[in-house]
């Protein structure tokens, strides 16, 4: 089974601060995910990525296969960035439609 | 286009009692999920389905069934609550694999006294 492991926990930063949220996986996989829950609970996909590095917007996922790591960067963070971030990574030795998620970060941006 | 919904968004049941969560999806994807989220713990996959007609297992299966009747649609029952399903419940969908974007329902709060 993949173990997926988030780091920080819990992370307040002060607005306009960079971020970084760390992920690292035991299996190697083919893709990472990325995910945003937001205070009123509603979960959406961000990033999924094989290799190298992607961005949207503020928002930069970067991903080491050999290393087994993904970091989510946030430039310049503003309190609407305040949400849980999550990492999911494929099981797959586990059910054909697994994926295993991460517990999680949450990040508060103060103003 | 909703995307995915979730009927109900809150419930409560006393023990012994049991319902059924709807999840609809208007995208046409094969992929099916549903998950329960728990205070401390990541997302844990409770059952899925790879298409209409079909339904399989995940993580935490015990204590719940599935049925995929339509495309469409994924039902979860609860046949008898149990104070140790109180959790919230997000219905997912994707369009071929499960390693692709999931797509994710509003999620259900469900409390068993």
């Known amino acids: 089974k993949n173990e997926v492991e988030q780091s920080p926990q819990n992370l307040t930063a002060q607005e306009g601060e960079f971020i970084t949220i760390n992920c690292s996986y035991s299996?190697?996989?083919?893709?990472l995910h990325w995910l945003q829950q937001h205070p009123g609970g509603g979960i959406v996909s961000l990033f999924m990525l094989s290799s190298g590095k992607k961005k949207h917007g503020r928002l930069i996922a970067t991903i080491n296969i050999q290393e087994k790591h993904s970091s989510l960067h946030i430039t310049a963070s503003h309190p609407r960035d305040s949400a849980v971030y999550i990492c999911?990574?494929?099981?797959?030795?586990?059910?054909?439609?697994?994926?295993?998620f991460g517990k999680g970060t949450k990040l508060s941006v103060k103003p | 286009n909703a995307g995915v919904t979730q009927t109900p968004k809150f419930r409560v049941l006393k023990t012994g009692q049991s319902m059924t969560l709807l999840c609809a999806q208007d995208m046409n994807h094969e992929y099916m999920y549903w998950y329960r989220q728990d205070p401390g713990m990541g997302l844990r996959l409770i059952h899925y389905?790879?298409?209409?007609?079909?339904?399989a297992k995940g993580e935490v299966p015990d204590g719940y069934n599935v049925s995929r009747l339509k495309k469409q649609n994924f039902l979860l029952g609860l046949e008898s609550a149990a104070p140790s399903q109180t959790s919230v419940y997000f219905c997912?969908?994707?369009?071929?694999?499960?390693?692709?974007?999931?797509?994710f329902g509003p999620g259900t709060r469900l409390t068993v006294l």
């Open positions: 997912a969908s994707s369009y071929v694999s499960p390693y692709n974007e999931q797509f």
């Open positions: 999911a990574a494929p099981n797959y030795g586990g059910s054909q439609g697994n994926l295993i």
């Open positions: 389905s790879v298409g209409e007609g079909t339904t």
């Open positions: 299996v190697g996989i083919s893709a």
